[in-house]
């Protein structure tokens, strides 16, 4: 079985390296793999067409001077599909990049069967793309057991697979792994840094949380900080970080990702999956974030949602403190992490809301990955005959 796979940035290559594990494990080893993936997918097995860090961009007014390049990309995907042409093709969220080479693929009439992984959130913003989606896909797996009703009425083929943080290793870290592999003194509290894996995420919202840290530091010298951070952004993070006035360490692996977590008193971080991991890993936090003026006016008229945090969405209430924009300053994050360190009422509304959030996301006898490479095999399939 040939499968295209196409992941635009870390989240979707890490999603994508386990689907293609459990496509190895279903099939016998009888797939091979095509497209565009990081690092995590290329040590399953794939050559990457092209570095996803090109791809990994944010908000309106930084995708702009990046559509030649994108365009580019675009062309050169698609062109190597039609190569290949393999027997399913999957995109793993990004649907920004991924809609485009379906939208191609469609006109193109190449009877490939065309698979969307992790659902667009229509219902945060953007709703009317929930009704035009199956003009250009033919089967979407979703994360959340919510996500479903708002495609099917439309005729579009959806699969509820679970969520990945599920079967991760963020709970199997180590907090006395992490105090030992990186020599930090064992009496001292780590506070978790997270700027996000896009680098205009991390020019925008490091500066903040350093500055954040520095005014922790200068109330508490028992803290100590770790930045886990990705390849496609470790050196801006550390270019930004040198000098910083606190003592620091950085990581790049999973593993010494998800120690840090298991070792961390309170987190600030950009707001996404790495949010739902921290809380899995039962790591009290708060999240930022910013984009730009104009791209945040625009969101502010478009979104219809009460939270971002999908934790906060899943609880249907705020457990997590959310400084977007003009609130994602150094004073309210200082504020809230000062509480979350004292264990104060935040952190018991936190560790008691973390419970819930496992409880809905669930568990079951086969992995997200599983499942959803159960879906794809079927696709394949029914296509064959």
């Keep these: 079985m040939k499968v295209y796979l196409i992941a635009g940035e870390p989240s979707g290559d890490l999603l994508g390296s386990r689907l293609m594990r459990a496509l190895r494990k279903k099939t016998g080893n009888q797939v091979e793999f095509f497209g565009v993936g990081g690092d995590t997918m290329e040590a399953e097995g794939l050559k990457s067409l092209f570095d996803i860090s090109d791809l990994a961009i944010m908000g309106l007014m930084e995708v702009i001077p990046s559509i030649p390049r994108v365009l580019r990309l675009l062309k050169e995907t698609v062109a190597d599909i039609e190569k290949v042409h393999p027997d399913v093709i999957i995109t793993i969220d990004s ?42 896909i033919d089967h979407l797996l979703t994360l959340l057991p919510q996500e479903p009703k708002y495609f099917t009425p439309y005729g579009l083929a959806v699969d509820f697979v679970g969520h990945p943080v599920i079967e991760s290793d963020v709970v199997h870290g180590s907090a006395e792994a992490f105090y030992l592999q990186h020599d930090v003194p064992l009496d001292k509290k780590v506070v978790a840094i997270l700027p996000g894996s896009r680098k205009t995420e991390v020019t925008r919202l490091l500066p903040v949380f350093l500055e954040a840290a520095r005014r922790l530091y200068a109330q508490d010298k028992d803290l100590y900080f770790v930045i886990p951070t990705v390849k496609t952004v470790s ?148 296509a064959s005959k």
Aim: hydrophobic residues 40%.
């Design 95 to 136: 649907w920004s990049f991924s809609s485009r080479v379906h939208k191609i693929l469609r006109k193109k009439k190449l009877g490939i069967p065309q698979v969307h992984y992790v659902a667009p959130q229509v219902w945060a913003w953007k709703k009317k793309r929930a009704k035009t989606m199956h003009n250009y």
């Design 235 to 382: 050196g801006l993070v550390k270019d930004m970080s040198k000098n910083c006035g606190v003592p620091l360490v950085i990581t790049e692996t999973e593993k010494d990702r998800y120690d840090a977590f298991k070792a961390s008193k309170a987190a600030m971080a950009a707001s996404g999956t790495v949010a739902l991991e921290l809380a899995i890993s039962d790591v009290p936090h708060i999240i930022g974030y910013k984009v730009s003026d104009f791209t945040a006016m625009l969101l502010r008229r478009f979104m219809h949602i009460q939270f971002v945090n999908l934790s906060n969405i899943l609880l249907g209430r705020e457990i997590i403190p959310e400084l977007l924009q003009e609130r994602c300053v150094t004073s309210n994050i200082c504020m809230y992490l000062r509480e979350l360190l004292n264990r104060g009422d935040l952190y018991e509304k936190q560790i008691g809301g973390f419970r819930k959030v496992r409880e809905v996301l669930g568990m079951s006898e086969q992995t997200p990955s599983e499942n959803a490479a159960d879906v794809i095999i079927g696709i394949v399939r029914d």
